[in-house]
């Protein structure tokens, strides 16, 4: 089993974030960027 650090976590939040504002100005719903912290 893989242990990840902190900086990979935040790394990989950071692309799912973008993934996730990817999608929702996709649909129509961009994410206002006071939402990042969400």
Known sequence: MQQFGISELQA??????KINRAASIAKGHPLAPSNAGH
């Not at 990989?12 to 974030?17: D, L, Q």
């Open 12 to 17: 990989a939040f950071k692309v799912a974030e």
